[in-house]
């Protein structure tokens, strides 16, 4: 039978950046978050705040902690060894559509997932036409199969992992659209005015233009759209960094910015894994009382 959930906090939209493994970092908010028992009734994430997301949907802290930090002790995990068989620096297929399955490393409650009211969008980018779409969990994800695959989709960083097909299209990492990788433009269209975003770079940082751009569309040069998301995506993403600082100032957003974040989105070292989950846990744990008064819990 399914578990009976309900969301406690309708007012405000709960957005998950992504990152790749500093989510080693922010994965802690997700945990936190559940053991208060602050249930949002949306979240949206990109790339890999669309595992973030996932894991909260689920109400899954444990998973949510093992995705970004014991996940990187499976064999099958990924290596410049899989890059050569054509699976990936990150294998995308083994993390993403293999591991939630029984008797998988990260098995998902899939009847708390989907017993839960809460809407879920998750962002993807079509190679092809450069369509950024948000799938939702209700409408999109019918079944594990469905969603492991979404999850892929939005988590496939070019050139890292195989772009994958999905309806006969390709996909991969929704921070090429215009949202710049933060999902503030899903809650906006369902009608939130009110966002609480976990971000994975710290205070101050803008995202700096390609140094290389004319490299792009060498290495793209099948999927012109992919060249083009990573030439406007410095621009794109300040661009959000510069709408929520303006939602700040005005009370509407409360934004968890990490204070100690040491490792880059690549980073497989299990031991710097653990500190920058012991140091996000740190950090979600001191800024629960501000989060109670944005909140007003």
Same mark, same amino acid.
Request: net charge negative.
């Given at each position: 039978?399914?578990?009976?959930?309900?969301?406690?906090?309708?007012?405000?939209?709960?957005?998950?950046?992504?990152?790749?493994?500093?989510?080693?970092?922010?994965?802690?908010?997700?945990?936190?978050?559940?053991?208060?028992?602050?249930?949002?009734?949306?979240?949206?994430?990109?790339?890999?705040?669309?595992?973030?997301?996932?894991?909260?949907?689920?109400?899954?802290?444990?998973?949510?902690?093992?995705?970004?930090?014991? /996940?990187?002790?499976? $064999? %099958?995990?990924?290596?410049?060894?899989?890059?050569?068989?054509? @699976?990936?620096?990150?294998?995308?297929?083994?993390?993403?559509?293999?591991?939630?399955?029984?008797?998988?490393?990260? $098995? &998902?409650?899939?009847?708390?997932? @989907?017993?839960?009211? =809460?809407?879920?969008?998750?962002?993807?980018?079509?190679?092809?036409?450069?369509?950024?779409?948000?799938?939702? +969990?209700?409408?999109?994800? !019918?079944? &594990?199969?469905?969603?492991? @695959?979404?999850?892929?989709?939005?988590?496939?960083? $070019? *050139? /890292?992992? $195989?772009?994958?097909? =999905?309806? *006969?299209?390709?996909?991969?990492?929704?921070? /090429?659209?215009?949202?710049?990788? =933060?999902?503030?433009?899903?809650?906006?269209?369902?009608?939130?005015? @009110?966002?609480?975003?976990?971000?994975?770079?710290?205070?101050?940082?803008? +995202?700096?233009?390609?140094?290389? !751009?004319?490299?792009?569309?060498?290495?793209?040069?099948?999927? !012109?759209?992919?060249?083009?998301?990573?030439?406007?995506?410095? %621009?794109?993403?300040?661009?959000?960094?510069? %709408? &929520?600082?303006?939602?700040?100032?005005?009370?509407?957003?409360?934004?968890?910015?990490?204070?100690?974040?040491? =490792?880059?989105?690549?980073?497989?070292?299990?031991?710097?894994?653990?500190?920058?989950?012991? &140091? *996000?846990?740190?950090?979600?744990?001191? %800024?629960? !009382?501000?989060?109670?008064?944005?909140?007003?819990?």
């Amino acid at each position: 039978m399914a578990p009976e959930l309900s969301s406690n906090i309708t007012d405000t939209a709960l957005i998950f950046e992504g990152g790749g493994m500093r989510a080693a970092y922010t994965c802690a908010v997700v945990q936190e978050l559940l053991a208060q028992e602050m249930y949002f009734d949306f979240v949206a994430g990109i790339s890999a705040g669309s595992s973030n997301s996932l894991n909260y949907v689920a109400r899954d802290a444990e998973r949510a902690r093992a995705s970004f930090v014991d /996940l990187v002790l499976e $064999p %099958e995990f990924g290596s410049w060894r899989t890059w050569v068989r054509g @699976k990936g620096v990150f294998n995308s297929e083994f993390i993403y559509e293999q591991t939630g399955e029984a008797g998988q490393p990260l $098995p &998902l409650d899939w009847e708390a997932f @989907k017993a839960n009211p =809460i809407t879920m969008n998750v962002g993807g980018f079509n190679a092809r036409t450069g369509e950024c779409v948000y799938w939702n +969990k209700d409408d999109d994800m !019918p079944d &594990l199969r469905a969603m492991a @695959k979404r999850i892929r989709a939005s988590s496939t960083m $070019p *050139g /890292l992992m $195989p772009i994958i097909q =999905i309806d *006969g299209e390709p996909w991969c990492d929704g921070a /090429l659209g215009p949202n710049g990788g =933060i999902a503030l433009d899903a809650a906006q269209d369902a009608g939130y005015e @009110k966002f609480f975003v976990v971000l994975t770079r710290p205070a101050g940082y803008r +995202k700096a233009p390609s140094r290389l !751009p004319h490299a792009y569309d060498v290495l793209f040069r099948r999927y !012109p759209q992919i060249a083009r998301g990573l030439l406007e995506r410095a %621009e794109n993403y300040n661009r959000v960094l510069d %709408e &929520l600082a303006e939602l700040e100032a005005r009370g509407r957003a409360y934004v968890f910015r990490p204070t100690h974040m040491q =490792i880059v989105n690549q980073e497989r070292r299990i031991d710097r894994l653990r500190e920058a989950h012991r &140091l *996000g846990m740190a950090q979600a744990r001191r %800024e629960v !009382p501000r989060w109670e008064d944005f909140l007003g819990r």
